[in-house]
């Protein structure tokens, strides 16, 4: 392969990586996926994992493609699935269209896949090129946590003052980032399969935790409530209306609570965690078999130390302002520094951006 050729492999794989990410958030438990076809140098077909993860973007890309799919090169983030599910394996639509050459991104680790997709294409006697791309791996992170570790990617996201708060005691929710920054957390929200806080947080905030911006509200996550105790505040906005809600607890929670969640309205349910058990590992264990491959972890401040004293966290996104909050700021860690992150051994610091007056920093788990 010449260097032009390969770059020019690089770059249609780029775009597939982010048209598939596109769908994050949307086709759990399915990975989302994105696929090009292009015959010479131009595309002739695109697609990425529909809503509830079918049909799969191989299958859109070739639809989208009818003919000229023959003979064309596919580039495809994740490797093609090779096993029947509710559909065919794509593997079967891809040799059936007489696609040439397969460019892919990723091996999947799914163990009905794993190598094989790319063992079935090369039997069908088609090119396959594993150009393993570490933006395919970034884009399909929650899809491999889910697979390898049976527990959903966790990012944990703290939004701390320039004194260390996250809050003011007694002042329900505060505002200590800008409204820049403000903004991106609502669209990372949009790329998620769920979303977490603590009952106390529900008690001291009412927290919505939806996507506030414009055009996206469909795109709001489930939201989860940790409370071992099953201890929460019924009147909770959450429990009462938008996106779905469930409850993660060891104990039944308060009766009202209760009565709905054995009633009609759509999406409040419970998820029961064994008594004596670690909490969180047992609630990320549940949420992979209920299909979530991607939490973010948005507060308070005990569950944030409770997710880091577990081990359970693979990402932090740590914005800092540079205001100071004063006087009864709740730290941002319940019983823990902040340098449990900055300084840690178990993540790497991996990038930093502004967001107006605020910086974020972004640290991945070592190793």
């Known amino acids: 392969m010449s260097e032009a050729e390969g770059a020019l492999d690089a770059r249609f794989l780029a775009a597939a990586i982010r048209l598939g990410?596109?769908?994050?958030?949307?086709?759990?438990?399915?990975?989302?996926?994105?696929?090009?076809?292009?015959?010479?140098?131009?595309?002739?077909?695109?697609?990425?994992?529909?809503?509830?993860?079918?049909?799969h973007a191989e299958t859109v890309a070739l639809a989208r493609a009818g003919e000229k799919a023959r003979g064309a090169t596919l580039y495809v983030s994740l490797e093609p699935c090779n096993h029947f599910g509710l559909t065919p394996p794509c593997?079967?639509?891809?040799v059936r269209a007489g696609v040439g050459r397969v460019v892919v991104g990723l091996g999947d680790p799914d163990s009905r896949v794993a190598g094989k997709g790319i063992a079935a294409l090369r039997q069908a006697g088609i090119e396959v090129c594993e150009r393993?791309?570490?933006?395919?791996?970034?884009a399909h992170r929650g899809h491999i946590s889910r697979l390898t570790k049976a527990r959903p990617f966790v990012t944990l996201k703290l939004a701390v003052s320039a004194d260390g708060a996250i809050g003011i005691t007694g002042k329900g929710q505060v505002a200590v980032t800008g409204e820049i920054a403000r903004r991106h957390v609502h669209a990372l929200r949009a790329r998620?399969?769920?979303?977490?806080?603590?009952?106390?947080?529900?008690?001291?905030?009412?927290?919505?935790?939806?996507?506030?911006?414009?055009?996206?509200?469909?795109?709001?996550?489930?939201?989860?409530?940790?409370?071992?105790?099953?201890?929460?505040?019924?009147?909770?906005?959450?429990?009462?209306?938008?996106?779905?809600?469930w409850l993660i607890s060891a104990d039944e929670p308060p009766p009202g609570l209760a009565a709905r969640m054995r009633g009609k309205r759509s999406g409040l349910r419970r998820l029961a965690i064994e008594?004596?058990?670690?909490?969180?590992?047992?609630?990320?264990?549940?949420?992979?078999?209920?299909?979530?491959t991607s939490l973010l972890v948005e507060g308070g401040a005990r569950t944030a130390a409770a997710f880091l004293q577990a081990d359970c966290v693979d990402e932090v996104l740590l914005f800092q302002s540079p205001a100071e909050l004063g006087a009864g700021g709740v730290p941002a860690l319940a019983g823990m520094e902040l340098s449990a992150i900055t300084q840690s051994a178990k993540f790497n610091r991996v990038g930093r951006r502004r967001f107006g007056e605020d910086m974020l920093t972004r640290y991945l788990r070592a190793g």
């Open 192 to 245: 998620v399969d769920a979303i977490l806080v603590g009952a106390g947080t529900v008690r001291d905030d009412d927290p919505a935790l939806t996507c506030r911006l414009p055009g996206l509200a469909h795109r709001s996550p489930i939201r989860l409530v940790l409370s071992a105790s099953g201890k929460v505040p019924e009147e909770a906005g959450l429990f009462r209306e938008g996106p779905p809600t």
């Open 21 to 55: 990410r596109l769908s994050l958030g949307e086709t759990a438990p399915n990975p989302a996926v994105g696929a090009i076809l292009v015959k010479d140098g131009k595309v002739v077909g695109r697609g990425r994992t529909a809503l509830g993860g079918r049909p």
């Open 91 to 94: 593997t079967e639509a891809v």
């Open 275 to 292: 008594k004596g058990e670690e909490a969180i590992p047992s609630a990320l264990g549940l949420l992979a078999v209920e299909g979530i």
């Open 132 to 138: 393993f791309d570490p933006a395919a791996g970034e």
